[in-house]
């Protein structure tokens, strides 16, 4: 398969890695990040147009901080160190870098030069994302100073003739306010890129190498409805039909008219493959009955549908392939990737039986981030509603319900949480969300309608904004809008009495109540 030309992001522990990488996708130009440990053997071997050093927690100058090969600043490779890059390059080049006499960190008047590449069609002053103790006092020898803060002497510094350049402050976050202008400044004008990544060639692309790939084998996907495994198996139908068998457990806990979209979708015969659904609900409901601690709901939903999983790929017979919607985030957060703290570890869907007996793991996906997985989805023919759904737990409606799950329970919330999504989409506020579901409590209080006592459940509202779902905030929703939801619910969902609206950010909550 042809490759796209490729910007390098070698990563020294800086909590931006991913960011850095996503936004030089938003250009059209392939990312992939690499651990600085890698060393220089690895980033020659990856053939980069470009190279892009992340921020770090360390002091360039102490003995035990991550460095490289100054063989690097020799390849005849573009490079852009950021933060801590921009120090480690100053330090190995024979700059001074020194303990700053302030800390700066926010947002910050930056004065820029208009000589530089990397400042063409950037204001002159600009706000940038400052977040350093240190400092480059003096830049290294030929480095030529291209922006400076009243307390920071060199916040950009380059020297051409070597395609070298540093910025001591964070141009990949939002709050660095061109900052996607000088990254596309940095790949188009100094690395010369073309701007060959694009979701529809990336999919063409894919389809034939997965048509090759497996031959005339059998793949077996376990979708779950969700996005990534929405768009894996749609890419995998593409590409070899009926040799795909995608299994989708109904368990009970969907919401509202989920498994009927999923179905219509996969089983209507818009893609070609054998689907199956199970309708395992009432099983769920047996295996859920008195549990209350949310721990415990998680794993008793986890090993049940590894179960029917089991039983439904045994049906099947043996299976050459099987599909996972991994996407770059699990990568990187796994350690596979950058050099970033492992977050959550990379799986095999959640545990498989051993008597699977399948060659290879497919993973289509595995290069994307969230975003492009969506635009993949479109590209592939998907629904709207389903490629820029809402977040969605694996447990489903499960963790939405605080204490037991009953099927009373489960209507409930499907009923309260399929008001509000549709009263938030009314008031064109679903592009401003980037969460938001019902839950039901288990606090029950004494009310009055119809002139009669009752005593029901109340319905807790959330909403979030957040840019990497690390932290979040509660968003603000229209008064009018929380009214009328207010309104539907208690007078369309039975045994509730109450709605409630949860302002509480993460942390210290959590975005999920379970």
């Excluded at 779950?224 to 299994?247: E, F, P």
């Excluded at 989805?377 to 809402?390: A, H, K, M, T, W």
């Excluded at 009923?415 to 509000?420: G, K, V």
Aim: hydrophobic share 40%; with cysteine; aromatic share 8%.
């Amino acid at each position: 398969m042809a490759q796209n030309e490729k910007v390098l992001v070698v990563d020294f522990g800086g909590q931006y890695n991913q960011l850095i990488a996503r936004r030089v996708r938003e250009c059209n130009v392939y990312c992939e990040i690499i651990s600085y440990r890698a060393g220089l053997d690895a980033i020659r071997a990856a053939n980069p147009v470009g190279i892009i050093l992340t921020g770090g927690p360390n002091s360039v100058y102490l003995e035990d901080a991550p460095t490289m090969d100054p063989a690097l600043f020799e390849l005849g490779i573009p490079v852009l160190g950021i933060c801590y890059g921009s120090q480690l390059m100053s330090h190995l080049l024979g700059g001074h870098v020194c303990r700053a006499p302030e800390r700066e960190y926010g947002k910050t008047l930056v004065h820029t030069s208009e000589e530089s590449p990397i400042f063409q069609n950037v204001s002159r002053d600009t706000i940038c994302w400052m977040s350093h103790n240190d400092y480059i006092e003096t830049p290294a020898p030929g480095f030529t100073i291209t922006a400076y803060t009243d307390n920071c002497p060199v916040a950009a510094a380059e020297n051409r003739e070597k395609n070298l350049y540093a910025v001591q402050f964070h141009p990949e976050v939002l709050h660095t306010q061109e900052g996607k202008q000088m990254l596309h400044n940095f790949v188009y004008n100094v690395c010369g890129c073309k701007g060959d990544w694009k979701m529809d060639s990336f999919v063409e692309r894919s389809i034939v190498a997965l048509r090759e790939k497996i031959g005339g084998g059998k793949v077996l996907c376990a979708l779950s409805g969700g996005v990534d495994s929405s768009v894996a198996a749609a890419m995998l139908s593409k590409a070899v039909g009926s040799q795909l068998t995608c299994v989708f457990v109904d368990h009970g806990l969907l919401r509202k008219n989920e498994m009927e979209q999923v179905c219509e979708i996969f089983g209507g015969g818009e893609f070609e493959m054998n689907f199956i659904c199970v309708d395992a609900r009432q099983r769920y409901y047996d295996k859920l009955a008195g549990v209350e601690e949310p721990e415990k709901k998680r794993k008793i939903i986890g090993e049940e549908f590894i179960r029917i999983f089991e039983e439904e790929a045994k049906k099947i017979g043996r299976v050459d392939f099987l599909v996972q919607g991994t996407i770059y985030p699990d990568v990187v957060e796994s350690g596979l990737g950058g050099e970033s703290t492992v977050i959550k570890s990379h799986h095999n869907v959640g545990g498989l039986p051993d008597y699977v007996d399948f060659k290879e793991i497919v993973e289509p996906l595995r290069d994307l981030f969230k975003d492009e997985v969506r635009q993949a989805g479109r590209e592939l023919g998907l629904p709207e509603y389903l490629v820029s759904r809402q977040p969605f737990p694996g447990p489903g409606l499960a963790v939405r319900i605080i204490g037991e799950v009953t099927p009373e329970k489960v209507a409930m919330v499907q009923d309260a949480d399929a008001i509000w999504r549709e009263e938030v989409a009314k008031a064109g506020l679903e592009g401003q969300l980037s969460q938001y579901f019902a839950a039901l409590t288990n606090m029950r209080s004494v009310g009055v309608m119809g002139d009669e006592r009752t005593y029901d459940y109340a319905i807790a509202l959330r909403a979030v904004t957040t840019v990497d779902f690390m932290t979040a905030e509660s968003a603000e929703i229209p008064w009018p809008v929380l009214q009328t939801v207010t309104s539907r619910i208690v007078n369309e969902v039975k045994h509730v009495n109450r709605v409630l609206y949860d302002c509480t950010g993460k942390p210290p909550a959590t975005i999920e109540f379970e």
